[in-house]
Structures are given as C-alpha cells and as structure tokens.
C-alpha cells in the first residue's frame, strides 16, 4: 500500500508556517523593537507637542512688572487680559498689586494664561533679583533725598515769612536828620518827594485827644489821637499831598492807625500841589499818648524825613 506524499517540512525546522508581521500604524509595519519619541519641530519642553509657541519669558515678564507693573503690562503680555484691565484701572492696586506680581515673577511662581512656567527663570533669576533690590534702594534714597529738599524749602519759606519786619526807629532813638536837611526852623523840612521835584513840610501845631468832638462815635484803641496840622508846599517842580505821606510811631516802635478826616473838620485834603502852591490841613493818628516819631515819605513810599516831637496834650 502506498503512502500519499507531503510537501516538504520547511528548512527551520518548524512545522507552523511563519506569522506575517502586524501592520503598523498608518500603513507601515511595525519593525520591532524599542521605540524612542523624538519631539518635532512644533513641540516645547514647556509645552505639549505640537501646541505651539512656547512658555513666555521670564525676563520679558519680570522687566515688565518691574517698570510698568502699575499698568499691568505684565499681566497682558501673560495672556490676563481681565486681570491687567483691572490692575491698570486700580494703578496696580494702588502699588500693592504691583509688588506681589513682581515678587511671584522673581520667585518662579509666575504662570501664563495657559498655566506653563515662565521660560529662562533658572538662569536669570539670581540677575533679576539684584537689579530689582538695586531699583528699589536707589527709588528709596531718591525719595528721602526729595523729601528732605521738600522739607527744607518749605522750612525756609516759612521762615521768610515769619522774618519780622524791622520796627520804625523809636522817638527813644536820635531821630535822622532829613533827606535835605532843615529849611528854616526845627518844624520845618525841605523833602525830596521825586526826582526834580521838592516841597517844604511844616508842622504847625500838634494836639492829643481822647475824643475829636465831631466824630465821638469813634473811640481810641491806644489811648487817644495824635493831631498834626501841617503845610505843604510845592517848592520846585510839582508834587502830590495825601495824608499817607505821613506815618506815626509811639515809643515802643507801634504804628498808630492813621485817621481820615474830612475837609469838614479840617484834614488835610489829598490832591496835586503846583510850584508855589501851599496846601494845609490836620492829620490825625489813633496812638498812645507820648514822644512820637513821624516820617513823611516821598512818592514811591519811602521814607523821606524823620523828626521826633511830644504832642500837647
């Protein structure tokens, strides 16, 4: 009986046929093996691959805190659209804001709006601290340097202000001869009122009151009213007459209150004085009773002559 044939036994000895390899992914067959992930050229060891643009900078980040924080520069370039629009309507949180963010950002606590780490923090941030710490003393001494000027000039105009003006000399003292020396007797003077222009003052009588009759409604504040009868005359040029060419002290430097009076009673009518012309009239000065000093100013308020007198009472 014969046998039936069979193919051949295959050379590996193996009975089973061999098993085709499996397909791989998108068609290509798997080669086995280990396999290693290569990141391409879109892929970021501070993000996943292929998303995109890396992390933002550490640097660019800090810088932008450090010198427009106030505005939230910082938090709008991280992506905080809603979180910068609120810091730079709050000026940074009135500063607070400003300087935790900062403080995040050298800390390495700083995230995008994506939530990555800032890229370059490990090797910029010992430089980045002491830029800041050196930002922050010198903004100290600038502004204890500034409100020290600030301090000392407000101090120096407070004491300018405060400078007492110097008293008009006392009857005590020996009263200064006139610009222009006397022109006749010790009553009279020959003053310069401006320039080309000179008059002769003379007192010719003084009172002192407790009460000018026609105006006993007013009462004296330092004892009584000094009264001055005087005569004014243009003696070259022209010139101008008014009661405030007069001023009146006591002996203790006090100005008296000068005391207008009306043609009615006699004062001295304020007006123009030709060359020639005489005007005459009464003074009065609220002031305390005593050696008085009177000086008699020129056109621009200077004193002109001084002379020294005690009224009769």
Not at 64 to 84: C, E, N, P, Q
């Amino acid at each position: 009986m014969s046998n039936p044939s069979y193919p051949p036994a295959p050379n590996n000895g193996n009975g089973a046929p061999p098993v085709p390899p499996a397909p791989g992914a998108f068609g290509n067959q798997y080669q086995g093996g280990q396999q290693t992930y290569q990141p391409g050229p879109g892929s970021s060891p501070y993000s996943a691959p292929g998303m995109g643009a890396p992390a933002k900078s550490f640097m660019v980040t800090w810088l932008l805190s450090l010198l427009l924080g106030g505005l939230g520069v910082d938090r709008f370039y991280l992506g905080k659209i809603g979180t910068g629009i609120a810091k730079l309507l709050t000026a940074g949180g009135l500063g607070i804001w400003s300087i935790v963010d900062l403080i995040i950002t050298l800390t390495g606590n700083a995230r995008d709006k994506e939530g990555r780490p800032l890229q370059g923090y490990p090797e910029n941030k010992k430089k980045a601290w002491i830029i800041t710490l050196v930002v922050w003393f010198a903004g100290l001494v600038v502004g204890i340097v500034s409100t020290v000027l600030s301090l000392t000039l407000v101090a120096a105009a407070v004491q300018g202000q405060a400078t007492p003006v110097p008293a008009a000399p006392s009857a005590s003292q020996e009263a200064p001869a006139p610009s222009q020396g006397p022109a006749g007797d010790g009553n009279s003077f020959e003053v310069t009122v401006s320039e080309g222009n000179t008059v002769n003052v003379t007192i010719l009588n003084t009172g002192y009151t407790t009460e000018i009759p026609e105006m006993a409604y007013m009462k004296p504040l330092n004892g009584g009213f000094l009264l001055l009868e005087v005569s004014w005359e243009t003696t070259a040029g022209s010139s101008f007459v008014a009661p405030s060419n007069f001023d009146a002290f006591d002996a203790e430097g006090k100005e008296g209150d000068r005391i207008f009076l009306d043609d009615g009673l006699g004062g001295l009518v304020s007006g123009d004085v030709a060359a020639g012309d005489v005007q005459q009239g009464v003074i009065a000065f609220d002031i305390k009773n005593g050696p008085t000093t009177v000086v008699i100013n020129n056109d621009f308020g200077d004193k002109a002559a001084t002379f020294t007198l005690t009224p009769a009472s």
